[in-house]
C-alpha cells in the first residue's frame, strides 16, 4: 500500500464509455433470449424521444433501468457474467479519446486510478481493468440458490453514494487529496467531484454544467474530432 499516492477518480458511462454499459448489456440480454422483448418495448418509446430530442436521457435510462430490475430476478448469474464478457468484447474501445488519453497519461504519473460507477460490478471488472484501474466499485447484485439474482442489489444505498465510496476507498487503499482528480458527466458525480482539488465535467449534462459554471470547475466538451473547453 502506497500510503502517500495520488487519486484520480472517474465516473465510467457516459465519462469513458461512449454510452452506457448497462445499456449495452440489457440489449444483448433481451437479444439473446436471456430477458425478455417485452423489456425493450418498455423503455423503446423513451429511447426514440430521446433520440428526437424531444426527451430527455434521463427519462429514457430510467425506464431501461425500471425494465431491467423488474426482470433480471431469476436470470443464472453464469449468463449474466458471460454477456458481460461479450458486451465488452464488442464495444469495450468504444471510449472517449479525451478521457482515454488522461487515463495513460495519470497511470504513468504514478495515479491510483479509482472507478465509481452505477453500471454492474461484474461489467465494470471486465471494461475497466483494459483501461488501468486500480480499483472499481458499481452494483453488486445478489446471488440466491442455484446461483440465479435474486434481483437486489447488495448495499445499494452505499453504492448510490459516491462520496461515500470515494472516501471509504481513500481510507483503505491508504491515497491522498492531495492533486486528485476527478472526472464525472452527470450530477450523480458531483458528490465526489467537490473532494478532489481539481474536478472535471467532461460533456456534462445541463444540471452537472450549471454547477460547474456556478463553482468555476474545469468543463471540457469532446465532440466529433475536436476537445475543447468552455
Known sequence: MNTHQRVAIFDVDGTIFRSSLLIGLV?????SGVLPASVKQAY???????????G?????INA???????????????????????????????????????LK??????YFLL???????????QFCPRLG???????????GPEDRLTGEVVDKHFILNKAYIVKRAIEKEGLIFKESIGVGDTE????????????????????????AKINNWKIVVERKDVIYEL
Request: hydrophobic fraction near 30%; proline fraction near 3%.
Open 64 to 102: 431501461l433501468m425500471d425494465a431491467y430490475y423488474a426482470n433480471i430476478k431469476g436470470v443464472h448469474y453464469g449468463d449474466f457474467a458471460e454477456l458481460s464478457k461479450q458486451v465488452v468484447a464488442d464495444q469495450g474501445d468504444h471510449t472517449y479519446r479525451y478521457t482515454r488519453d488522461l
Open 105 to 110: 497519461k495519470l497511470k504513468k504519473e504514478g
Open 27 to 31: 440489449e444483448k440480454m433481451v437479444e
Open 44 to 54: 423503446e418509446g423513451e429511447y426514440h424521444r430521446w433520440l428526437d430530442r424531444t
Open 188 to 211: 450523480s458525480d458531483i458528490s465526489f467531484l467537490e473532494l478532489v482539488e481539481n474536478p472535471i465535467c467532461f460533456n456534462p449534462n445541463a444540471h452537472l454544467y450549471r454547477h
Open 56 to 60: 430527455g436521457y434521463s427519462e429514457y
Open 115 to 125: 472507478a465509481v460507477s452505477h453500471s454492474p460490478k461484474t461489467i465494470l471488472d
Open 133 to 143: 484501474f486500480d480499483k472499481t466499485y458499481g452494483m453488486i447484485y445478489e446471488i
